[in-house]
Structure formats: structure tokens, C-alpha cells
């Protein structure tokens, strides 16, 4: 099955975009850019909105120092005994602006960008894009995340509303 480019809206909000090799999600948020950028780069915020509830999966662990030359490992799980880890390091680092990170499980890891757009007071494009190695790697990545995308950001989008509203502005 090819995918020279392929498109899919989901829930009005969410777009989702692939290439071969090229995943790239694009949302727009009633947020501003900054909020949207804590909620990246701050690991109580991240925890909240990261793992799609019906994964029926916690994020166990969160070790983010986000920042140019910075790493993170996540922990993925039911428990410690039954977990898997995700970790690698931040490439760059824009306040408000960008992160580029790499994902270092393997040989097949992703490089990913996030840009946070603020196209008007509180109006923020956010455009979440992946590099893969091969399209095989993009495959197998891509397993699941078509669905866990779109809920993921549904749960940012959550999260980024009571930080609007000055609830746990942190």
C-alpha cells in the first residue's frame, strides 16, 4: 500500500497528512502560543495530555529537560514490570516557537518537530511533524497513532483551556 499522499480530517480540527516517510498533524488552537508551548515543555503539564485515555496505557514516568541539547525519557505502561521507555534528546529549542526532538529507541526513530503559530491574540497553529527512515519505519509507527492522534490533541486542547482560564497557570 503506497502512500504518496495521503489526507484525512478528523473530528473538523485535526489534520492529518503522510507521505512515505513524512507524518505531519496540524491543528488550530483557541490558545496562545505560550500556553501551548508550557503544555510541551513541562513535564506536570505534559503527563496530562500526552497518553490517549483509551490507550489504557500511564505515562509512568516523565524526564523532560527541554532545551537545546536537553534529553527526555518517557515510561509508557500498566506498571513498572510491564512498561516500555521512549527517550532521546531535544535538537532544538524555541520559546513559544519550536522543538525538535529526536526519538532514539532505535534505528527506525523519528526525527519530530512541533511548531507552535500564532496567527492572531489566542489563535495558535500547531503543526506536529515526523521524519522517518523509511516508510517501513513509518508504518509500524503508524499503527494506532491515526486514532491516538487527534484524542491526543482533544486532551491538549483541554488542558491549554484551563490554563487560559488562569486554573493551574504554571
Not at 516500555?84 to 516557537?97: C, I, Q, R, T
Not at 491515526?146 to 484551563?162: F, H, K, R, S
Request: hydrophobic share 40%; charged share 25%.
Amino acid at each position: 500500500m503506497g502512500y504518496a499522499n495521503e489526507e484525512s480530517t478528523t473530528g473538523g480540527r485535526t489534520k492529518v497528512e503522510r507521505t512515505d516517510c513524512e507524518l505531519t498533524v496540524t491543528r488550530s488552537f483557541d490558545a496562545p502560543a505560550h500556553l501551548l508551548f508550557q503544555a510541551w515543555s513541562k513535564p506536570d503539564l505534559f503527563k496530562r495530555w500526552w497518553v490517549p485515555t483509551s490507550a489504557g496505557v500511564n505515562l509512568l514516568s516523565c524526564e523532560m529537560d527541554v532545551r537545546t541539547g536537553g534529553k527526555y525519557c518517557l515510561t509508557f505502561g500498566q506498571d513498572a514490570a510491564n512498561s516500555m521507555a521512549f527517550f532521546g534528546k531535544y535538537l532544538e529549542v524555541v520559546p513559544d516557537s519550536r522543538i525538535v526532538w529526536t526519538n532514539d529507541e532505535g534505528e527506525a526513530g523519528a526525527v519530530t518537530m512541533v511548531t507552535f503559530d500564532e496567527q492572531s491574540p489566542g489563535h495558535t497553529l500547531l503543526t506536529f511533524h515526523e521524519f522517518y527512515p523509511t516508510k517501513e519505519a513509518l508504518d509500524e509507527a503508524y499503527v494506532g497513532m491515526e486514532a491516538g492522534i487527534p484524542e491526543q490533541l482533544d486532551q491538549l486542547d483541554a488542558l491549554v483551556a484551563t490554563l487560559g482560564a488562569g486554573a493551574d497557570e504554571a
